[in-house]
């Protein structure tokens, strides 16, 4: 994956981590195991082609 020449776009990136809060914060888990199971189920969540459009969206190019 390279970068374009062009500066990211950080607040696209950004809706991706907020997702990713939002789920969590919807789990509640409060142990840290609960946690990384939590985060282990949320990751299947976001597709293949969820996180190109993110990265494509901050400016890498996905060749």
């Keep these: 994956m390279r ?3 062009q500066e990211p776009s ?3 990136i950004e809706n991706a981590f907020a997702k ?3 789920m969590l914060r919807a789990k509640a888990e409060r142990s840290i195991e609960g946690l ?3 985060v282990g189920e949320i990751v ?3 597709t293949a082609q969820e996180c190109e459009n ?3 969206a901050c400016g890498y190019d996905p060749d």
């Design 54 to 56: 993110y990265f494509a």
């Design 3 to 5: 970068r374009r020449e």
């Design 36 to 38: 990384w199971n939590t």
């Design 10 to 12: 950080i607040p696209s």
């Design 20 to 22: 990713l809060k939002a």
């Design 44 to 46: 299947n969540i976001f």
